[in-house]
């Protein structure tokens, strides 16, 4: 008999509930937070020149569309999915609107010198891309993330200069 009485058989139960309970919380406790799970958002440091307007860029998006490379650097937040898209891109249409304004890179990762960059602004109409092998100064791959520096200058007094780091996503 055990304790009070009772047979030892519902102590044994009793001790095994309380020990798996203790089991769990540590297991809660040693899981990362939601939070920490999260991608940090794309980062760009420099700026895009268009005649005597300088403007920040500041954010910083990348895409892997098939065999196409697609990096966007801009003045402000947007949809990561403004990326996506085969003719078009949503970026594009957002910012004919003047809702954003920055630089759209496509290039072939493996061959940075067939590449191209459409600057986004709003007032530099018509939007074409404008081949640039030597746009992508820098360009790496590091934990899921594209980085790099973006450097030229295109006709009509346009020129840029910025740093990026992205979390790098997919598109089949």
């Known amino acids: 008999m055990g304790r009070g009485g009772q047979d030892g058989g519902d102590q044994g139960g009793i001790d095994l509930s309380v020990s798996c309970?203790?089991?769990?919380?540590?297991?809660?406790?040693?899981?990362?937070?939601?939070?920490?799970?999260?991608?940090?958002?794309?980062?760009?440091?420099?700026?895009?020149?268009i005649r005597d307007q300088r403007?920040?860029?500041?954010?910083?998006?990348?895409?892997?569309?098939?065999?196409?490379?697609?990096?966007?650097?801009?003045?402000r937040e947007i949809p990561q999915s403004a990326l996506?898209?085969?003719?078009?891109?949503?970026?594009?249409?957002?910012?004919?609107?003047?809702e954003v304004r920055g630089l759209l890179v496509r290039a072939d990762p493996?061959?940075?010198?067939?590449?191209?960059v459409t600057v986004l602004d709003a007032g530099a109409l018509p939007f074409a891309p404008i081949d640039a092998p030597?746009?992508?100064?820098?360009?790496?791959?590091?934990?899921?993330r594209a980085l790099?520096?973006?450097e030229g200058r295109v006709p009509r007094e346009t020129?840029?200069?910025?740093e990026f780091s992205a979390p790098l996503f997919h598109e089949r």
Request: one cysteine or more.
């Open 21 to 49: 309970l203790r089991a769990l919380a540590l297991c809660l406790l040693l899981l990362p937070s939601p939070a920490a799970l999260a991608i940090d958002p794309g980062r760009a440091l420099g700026e895009l020149r």
């Open 55 to 75: 403007i920040p860029l500041t954010h910083a998006y990348a895409l892997l569309h098939e065999a196409e490379l697609r990096v966007v650097v801009a003045d």
């Open 84 to 98: 996506a898209g085969r003719v078009e891109l949503p970026v594009e249409a957002l910012a004919k609107a003047g």
């Open 110 to 116: 493996r061959n940075r010198a067939r590449s191209s």
């Open 134 to 144: 030597g746009v992508l100064r820098k360009l790496g791959f590091a934990n899921n």
């Open 148 to 150: 790099g520096l973006i």
């Open 159 to 162: 020129e840029y200069r910025v």
